[in-house]
């Protein structure tokens, strides 16, 4: 599997800076573009999930950078105010959240247009559903880069689609796709991709592309863990609770992050702009 510089380049990493001017990187962030009827984009959004800007919230002094490339090679540290993020309307329950922004042209991204997102209407055409090959790309908190942003490339499979509400710690049943492919700290806010590749069968019939065929599917909410008992080595009697990631990814569908584009759209912007969703 090839990955298409748009790909890479949508992401940037997310974080505070700390007194010696470093940054503590938190999370990943992606862009979407707002096409007008010319084709041409219009509005840009930076989009990561919700529970990463409260973690910013709650350890810096409410002070958001977005450590980004440079098209010279090198880095450059963006800082907004926290408030200046919007979220979906349902945000006790949408890991979601959304801040319009223009990509500056000294900047080395892109953003992912309309097109790249998956809709209910290409989901049936494409006949799109358990086991189709999806990836991640965003922030590995290990390696990160010294010089420019490093995204890193986890590779899966859909688990089970969104079809049912799964019950997440701290957000209750919320809509969800399971991906079999493992999130680690970092990754949160990261954009999930369908690779459906170059060629499959649909309604019976070979169909084939001249090049790769991604969608974006959702946004990494975390990992799926469960709760195990341990007997403590040191205490025979005592008994350890440990959180153990079950190599799960928790996926926000897309759908939600158009959902709260709308309504940005509407309440901020008072706009007749709608992504179809």
């Known amino acids: 599997m090839k990955i298409i510089a748009e790909i890479l380049k949508c992401v940037a990493f997310i974080g505070i800076r700390k007194p010696d001017d470093t940054m503590a990187l938190f999370g990943t962030v992606f862009f979407i573009g707002l096409e007008g009827k010319d084709g041409k984009i219009f509005r840009t959004y930076c989009v990561t999930a919700k529970h990463v800007i409260d973690k910013i919230r709650e350890k810096g002094d409410g002070t958001i950078y977005i450590r980004a490339n440079l098209k010279q090679g090198t880095l450059q540290g963006a800082s907004m105010s926290g408030t200046d993020w919007h979220f979906h309307p349902q945000k006790e329950s949408v890991d979601v959240a959304i801040l319009p922004m223009a990509i500056p042209e000294v900047w080395d991204h892109l953003c992912l247009s309309m097109n790249h997102c998956i809709t209910k209407a290409k989901?049936?055409?494409?006949?799109?559903?358990?086991?189709?090959?999806?990836?991640?790309?965003?922030l590995f908190r290990h390696h990160t880069g010294k010089n420019k942003n490093i995204p890193i490339v986890?590779?899966?499979?859909?688990?089970?689609?969104?079809?049912?509400?799964?019950?997440?710690?701290?957000?209750?049943?919320?809509?969800?796709?399971?991906?079999?492919?493992?999130?680690?700290?970092?990754?949160?806010?990261?954009?999930?991709?369908?690779?459906?590749?170059?060629?499959?069968?649909?309604k019976g019939a070979f169909v084939q592309s001249t090049a790769p065929?991604?969608?974006?599917?959702?946004?990494?909410?975390?990992?799926?863990?469960?709760?195990?008992?341990?007997?403590?080595?040191?205490?025979?009697?005592?008994?350890?609770?440990?959180?153990?990631?079950?190599?799960?990814?928790?996926?926000?569908?897309?759908g939600k992050v158009l959902e709260a584009i709308n309504h940005c759209e509407v309440n901020f912007f008072k706009s007749a702009y709608k992504c179809e969703i």
């Open 123 to 138: 989901i049936q055409e494409n006949e799109i559903g358990i086991g189709e090959e999806v990836f991640i790309t965003g």
């Open 154 to 202: 986890r590779v899966g499979n859909i688990a089970t689609m969104a079809e049912e509400k799964v019950n997440v710690n701290g957000f209750g049943l919320i809509d969800a796709y399971l991906a079999e492919v493992r999130s680690i700290g970092g990754l949160s806010g990261s954009p999930v991709f369908y690779n459906l590749g170059h060629s499959r069968i649909i």
């Open 213 to 254: 065929i991604f969608y974006l599917m959702g946004l990494i909410h975390g990992h799926y863990d469960v709760t195990e008992e341990k007997i403590d080595e040191l205490d025979v009697d005592a008994i350890k609770h440990e959180n153990v990631n079950t190599g799960i990814a928790i996926v926000v569908p897309i």
